[in-house]
Each structure stands twice: as C-alpha cells, then as structure tokens.
C-alpha cells in the first residue's frame, strides 16, 4: 500500500514520500516479544525505506480522549482538578512524536509539568 502511494506520488510529479511507523498501546512491561519487535522495525526500516517514531503507551487517557474526539493537546489545565502523572507521561509521548516527525511542539505547560 505504501509502495502504491509512493508511485501515485512520483506520477503526480511529487517528491519522496516520507514514511514513518510508529508503535501503538505499548505495554509499559518489558517484554522479549516487545523487543524483538523493535529489533525487526529497526532491520526493516533501512530496508523498507521508513522511519520510526516513539510509539504510544497502553494508556486509559487515550482511549476516553478518542473517544470524545480529543487529544492530550486539548485538555485545558484546571486548577481544581491537576492532571496525574500518567496523563503528564502521555502528554511528553505526544510531544516525543510531534518531535520525531519534526513538527514544532507546543510550548508545555510549566504549571503541569511541575506536578
């Protein structure tokens, strides 16, 4: 499918198209099979031709965000209610793959991040 889509884009008189994989709901567990994944995504990737990016950990925030149609970005800070240290950890995987991408991250909240 990536290769399709690569072609379309060389036949629209495009350039190279920058692919990036990235890992999603990882456990926070270290596992043999987690690892070997990593191991085999870094062998393929020269392969393959992609990059990747710090993936996502198995987190409840996400999934009650999603499902609101929200990110962590969206959350507003409340001085009634203080984010938890895992909704901050999640907030920094967010950033950590804007980052990655290359796009410039919002400025953090240095009143959350001290929390």
Known sequence: MVEEQRE???RNGGGPMEW??????LSHI??????????????????QGFR???GFGERVIFRELFLKGLTLLDLKEDP???L???QIA???????????IGIEAPP?????EAA
């Open 90 to 100: 999640a907030r920094q995987e967010v950033r950590n793959l804007i980052q990655a």
């Open 52 to 54: 990747i990016a710090p």
């Open 8 to 10: 379309e884009k060389r």
């Open 80 to 82: 009634n209610n203080a």
């Open 20 to 25: 990036i994989v990235m890992r999603n709901r």
């Open 84 to 86: 938890t240290i895992s």
């Open 30 to 47: 270290d596992a043999n099979n987690k690892r070997e994944i990593g191991n085999v995504l870094e062998k393929i990737s020269a392969k």
């Open 108 to 112: 953090p909240d240095a009143e959350s």
